[in-house]
């Protein structure tokens, strides 16, 4: 019985550290569930870049080498080049998207989780806790007590 006072205890406090660690540890099932949110996030804002990447060097390309793009966009900025007449419309504005988004920035977002130690900490309580309950409900029967001794003499 005695054993059974000392290593009931243990077990169940062992086991809790364990469940605590395994659900809701720095490397838990709650974590990792957060980690692969955060993945997902952080791929889908990639896959956004790459789509404004590409974008962006398209545009880049027409300004860099295509004579019509070009003189579009000179047209905007008031060029005009030799023998070119330009008519420009009140309260028109151009056809030019000059609002050009490079992307968002988005900041990693740590995963929320309980710290190693106090889910050792909670185990180590646990256990304390079930060996109390048990010495309480279940004391300890004690042989050759004095009474004993004193009653059956020497």
């Known amino acids: 019985m005695k054993r059974f006072r000392i290593l009931l205890p243990l077990f169940i406090g062992v086991v809790a550290y364990g469940l605590l660690g395994i659900c809701f540890g ?8 957060r980690l692969e949110e955060e993945k997902a996030r952080l791929s889908a804002n990639i896959d956004v870049l790459c789509a404004v990447n590409s974008d962006l060097q398209a545009r880049l390309d027409n300004l860099s080498a295509d004579p019509d793009t070009i003189s579009v966009y000179a047209h905007e900025l008031g060029y005009i080049s030799e023998g070119e007449h330009l008519i420009k419309l ?8 000059r609002k050009m988004s490079t992307g968002t920035a988005l900041v ?3 995963p929320l989780y309980i710290p190693e130690w106090i889910c050792k900490l909670i185990g180590i309580l646990i256990g304390a806790i079930v060996y109390f309950l048990l010495s309480y409900y279940f004391p300890e029967k004690k042989h050759g007590s004095f009474k004993e001794f004193a009653r059956f003499g020497r």
């Open 90 to 97: 009140a309260g028109f504005s151009g056809g030019i998207d």
């Open 26 to 33: 720095p490397r838990g099932l709650r974590a990792m569930a």
């Open 108 to 110: 990693v977002q740590k």
